[in-house]
């Protein structure tokens, strides 16, 4: 089993910044796959960053140029930089992993609790 545990999201002001953390722990063999989920109040859960192991990002088209997605492999840790925040970044930021841990042997996924990023205009 993999835990994620996540920080730093919070209230900020339409143009803000803020980081998102999320560390995770277990009996980790691999880690291919690092990311960020949002999910706003009535709509789908959508990815908004992802790293591989090796360091290639993807994002989603909307914050192109405003987040960040980096990672620490010693730390097993993801972040989000997010900047020039607006009203409709705001959701529920899940962090999700999809890892290989001893044991089970087969890459499985994960997800953290979430952490509420609100922006007020």
């Known amino acids: 089993q993999v835990q994620l545990v996540e920080s730093g999201g919070g209230l900020v002001q339409a143009g803000g910044s803020l980081r998102l953390s999320c560390a995770a722990s277990g009996r980790i063999l691999s880690m291919n796959f690092m990311g960020w989920y949002r999910q706003a109040p009535g709509k789908q859960r959508e990815l908004v960053a992802g790293?591989?192991?090796?360091?290639?990002?993807n994002y989603q088209d909307s914050v192109k140029g405003r987040f960040t997605v980096s990672r620490d492999n010693a730390k097993n840790t993801v972040y989000l930089q997010m900047n020039s925040l607006q009203p409709e970044d705001a959701a529920v930021y899940y962090c999700n992993a999809k890892a290989v841990t001893a044991g089970r042997w087969a890459e499985s996924t994960y997800w953290g609790q979430g952490t509420q990023v609100t922006v007020s205009s």
């Open positions: 790293i591989t192991s090796d360091g290639r990002t």
